[in-house]
């Protein structure tokens, strides 16, 4: 078994706490990618679990041993760092080889591990090369490589491909990705702040956030699939960081509740969204979110001017200012004849839009009847 659970991690720096209680159980086989922005303890949540950085509190178990006291070497896990670190003097053989030498297995033994390891990652025509005749891709293959030959529970990446440029890292995406299938029953983790990467990879994603009001503690935003933090973010942070372009955010009030949601007041404007409303009442404050493929063009009630264009082949973002916010919307088109300075129609589809209440936390989404209820206000109001 290699299941992870880490219960109530915290760690701090001197008189400093950079994790706050963090509870997390990454199962046997899952792809887990942590993501966040910039210092918000991805990596260093990744070393306590190898076991190179030590928890102030809590506990670490891999396949329900604790290993808090254990020697990263002890703990059965393997580490593809940012940098290769391979040894330069040696070839690409050795180098795969010589953690398992240092094990002392069996010739036999090292010869078939490494002999399968790179067939499985395309290096068998380079094991007699040095990393100086490698290519970026190349040697980050090795150091993969180096870590599938120990077979250990529990495979730890820490921007693996940060280094790489744009077509090696595609590449080197799917490699990754087929080596995870292939070792379907070990589990991976994963540290990046590459959205593409976190949503292609991931069976499960951890997004990390600091605190409101204390921005050097840590905790955890949200967990879930890749498609569950996009369609379901839980608070505003989710729903702005996971996406790109961002959702889109409007300021508005409750102006009503009903069954098919709540109606929203928003720059003289009213807006149905199809949540449940709990305990929000008319006068609060509140937040709508909408994603820019969920805006239509060319029909509804609003409108707006183009003041940006962003073509990208087959579609393009279209950026509009409107009386809405005062920020402009993001809207993604398929339309390429829109010109900067014309004004376009608009609607945002009741069904939708998502809405937060005065602290960002996500009201849930309707679903069955009072979502159809929602979507006949909206055609009511002649949208």
Do not use: W
Not at 31 to 41: D, K
Not at 119 to 141: F, N, V
Request: proline share 5%; aromatic share 4%; hydrophobic share 40%.
């Amino acid at each position: 078994m290699s299941t992870i659970q880490l219960s109530g991690v915290q760690k701090g720096f001197g008189a400093t706490s950079v994790l706050s209680g963090v509870d997390l159980t990454i199962e046997q086989g899952e792809f887990c990618v942590f993501i966040g922005p910039s210092g918000c303890g991805k990596s260093t949540l990744l070393r306590i679990i190898a076991g190179l950085e030590d928890p102030s509190d809590g506990d670490i178990r891999i396949g329900g041993v604790r290993v808090n006291d254990l020697e990263p070497a002890k703990r059965d896990v393997a580490m593809v760092f940012q940098s290769y670190a391979l040894y330069p003097h040696m070839t690409v053989k050795q180098n795969l080889e010589f953690g398992l030498k240092h094990q002392k297995l069996p010739a036999a033994e090292i010869d078939k591990r490494v002999a399968a390891a790179a067939e499985s990652l395309h290096l068998t025509p380079l094991l007699d090369r040095k990393p100086g005749a490698l290519s970026g891709g190349q040697r980050q293959r090795v150091a993969i490589g180096r870590a599938i030959v120990r077979k250990p529970k529990v495979f730890l990446f820490d921007e693996p491909l940060s280094n790489l440029d744009a077509a090696l890292r595609v590449k080197t995406r799917v490699e990754i990705a087929k080596l995870h299938r292939e070792l379907n029953s070990t589990s991976m983790i994963y540290v990046t702040h590459d959205q593409v990467e976190a949503m292609t990879l991931a069976d499960k994603i951890v997004l990390l956030r600091p605190l409101a009001g204390q921005e050097h503690l840590v905790s955890i935003a949200q967990v879930g699939s890749p498609l569950e933090l996009y369609h379901h973010p839980a608070n505003r942070f989710v729903a702005g960081f996971i996406g790109s372009p961002s959702m889109n955010f409007i300021a508005g009030k409750v102006a009503a509740l009903g069954d098919g949601g709540v109606v929203t007041d928003v720059a003289e404007h009213k807006l149905n969204v199809a949540v449940v409303p709990g305990a929000l009442k008319a006068g609060d404050a509140v937040t709508l979110g909408i994603r820019p493929e969920h805006i239509e063009l060319g029909s509804g009630s609003l409108s707006g001017e183009v003041v940006h264009v962003e073509h990208l082949g087959e579609h393009a973002y279209v950026y509009l200012n409107t009386a809405l916010s005062n920020q402009p919307l993001v809207v993604k088109s398929a339309r390429h004849d829109i010109e900067l300075g014309s004004r376009l129609r608009f609607s945002l589809p009741t069904t939708s839009l998502h809405l937060f209440d005065r602290d960002d936390v996500a009201l849930p989404r309707l679903v069955g009847k009072g979502r159809m209820a929602a979507q006949l206000m909206e055609l009511s109001a002649g949208k």
